[in-house]
């Protein structure tokens, strides 16, 4: 489908009043969240000392010329006062320039052309017009947690940091909330808790992830079992156009780009505001953490392939959210429970486990503190070195019996238990996310039923060969479990090494994106390594 229109004001362009959204802003700055109070320089340096010395020797010029002079002078003139929201390398008073385009992967450093911070739409539209005729590639940045740094495009892009659209307005008859595309996953939450409704949404655990990326990718996390994933929530959206237009799309206008937002947005535009469902949180919950160390190698095994056994079966209850965790320390199975705990018992999932269980009753605001400390996530917004590898799983692609023996072997005569910083997750997904059809929107992964992550990471030095050895070693034997012509991976879990990323993310959908790319997006201004490209015509 063809765009519709392309003229903010010939489309009506809806927005709320001025007024109401500067009071939702300053509501946001109210907050005390560490998300909020620590940018990402102060928390490298403060928290972990160690790491001044990494922040020094990333932020050395490397060569770094100032853009040319007719970019410099389109995006100058877009503020008032070009060092409220421009940022340069090269130039006299941008020494911020590196705090502002500092990498969330410190493996993987990228050097945009020029990184700003737009006040609202309009001036991310004049951001995007100037891009565009200078035919400079654009990528947006919401809370910087691309594996690969992909908010901030590629050498020479320019990035467009969403920091100052963060607010939350909830109507109270709707129960929908309107969101700022930059806000952090755990300020929405604290400021839903603020308003009456008890209201939330499902997404992922890590707080200072930005709802950007998150809506526009998937979304996933321990409630989306039950709630499905965040963009399954996504009602309507105001996004800028590859023309630097400001229009909105939904189910019922601009559909098909709509669709295509939902699942890879990066590729198709720069979406500024979210208009979002939302549901009444339960009053507790249940959590519980089983630990088993790597001295009992066959119980490990034998909960492995209970736990896939569980998370595979399509009969199993919604309300359960549940991971396997390898790392230093052993394996870690654990869940959250979104009912009573008799409800809880009744399920039989101690039972299909073969454990016995002590599940802990937590109000609502306790169990997703648990959620951020179980999944290693406290110092989440410290920019680190590492790499990672992903593969999803449909039912049909389960670990055997002999290839999860296979991976705890190697785990214990490699000392991986104690020698690197480490983990791989098996997260579990379905329920509520494998309800609407694969080709409902962009995300091509309803048929899974878990994913895996390996994670390799040092604080302080570079990666070594040995690190890179070993989770390439975890991946080698993993991998065989799916046949190579359905090797799919969740499009959140960046890998910059995939051979054909497109397809890995996107699957059975890639034909139609590039189709709509070449519609709303022909020559490609939206563009990240391994985003979605327009079909050639």
Known sequence: MAPTTKDPKAN??????????????????????????????????????????????????????????????????????????????????????????????????????AVVRPKDAEQVAAFVQCAAKNKVKVQARSGGHSYANYGLGADGSLSIDL?????????????????????????????????????????GVCPSVGIGGHATIGGLGPSSRMWGATLDHVLEVEVVIANGSIIRASETQ??????????????????????????????????????????EPNNIVTQFQAWQALI?????????????????????????????????????????????????????????RWQIENAKLLLSDIPIKFNSRSLGFTAQDLLTKNTTRQLIDMINQNSLQSSYRWFAIFDATGGKVAEPAMNSTAYAHRDKVMFYQS??????????????????????????????????????????????????????????????????????VFQNPQSVRPLKK
Request: charged share 25%; net charge neutral.
């Open 12 to 113: 009506g362009k809806q927005s709320d009043d001025d007024v109401t959204i500067k009071k939702a802003k300053d509501e946001y700055k109210s907050l005390r969240s560490p998300w909020t109070l620590s940018p990402r320089r102060f928390v490298l340096n403060a928290v972990v000392p160690g790491l001044a010395a990494l922040t020094l020797w990333w932020q050395q010029p490397s060569g770094l010329a100032a853009p040319p002079t007719a970019l410099r002078n389109c995006l100058d003139s877009v503020c008032a006062k070009a060092e409220e929201c421009v940022r340069y390398p090269g130039r006299g008073h941008d020494n911020d320039y590196f705090q502002w385009s500092a990498p969330f992967n410190l493996e993987r450093v990228v050097r945009p052309a």
């Open 312 to 368: 595979a079966d399509p009969k199993l209850d919604h309300r359960i959210g549940t991971e396997f965790t390898l790392d230093t320390d052993g394996s870690k199975i654990t869940a959250t429970w979104f009912g009573t705990k008799d409800e809880f018992n009744k399920s039989g999932i101690a039972a299909k486990l073969g454990l016995k269980l002590t599940p802990v009753e937590a109000r609502w605001v306790n169990t997703k």
């Open 163 to 203: 920091t100052n659209l963060r607010y939350v307005i909830l109507n109270e008859k709707t129960w929908h909330a309107k969101i700022g595309s930059g806000s952090l996953l755990g300020d929405i939450d604290d400021l839903l808790d603020r308003k009456p409704g008890r209201r939330v949404f499902p997404h």
């Open 254 to 295: 601009n559909q098909d780009l709509f669709w295509a937002i939902r699942g890879a947005g990066a590729g198709f535009g720069i979406v500024t505001e979210f208009v979002m469902s939302t549901v009444e949180k339960p009053e507790t919950t249940l959590h519980f953490t089983y630990r088993t160390p790597y001295t």
């Open 455 to 524: 994670y390799m990471y040092n604080l302080n030095y570079n990666l070594t060969d040995g690190q890179e050895d070993l989770i390439n070693d975890i991946h080698d034997i993993v991998l065989p479990s799916v046949p190579s012509g359905r090797r799919t991976t969740y499009p959140g879990y960046i890998d910059p090494s995939l051979e054909d990323p497109q397809q890995a993310y996107w699957g059975s959908n890639l034909p139609r994106l590039q189709k709509i790319k070449a519609d709303w997006d022909a020559d490609d």
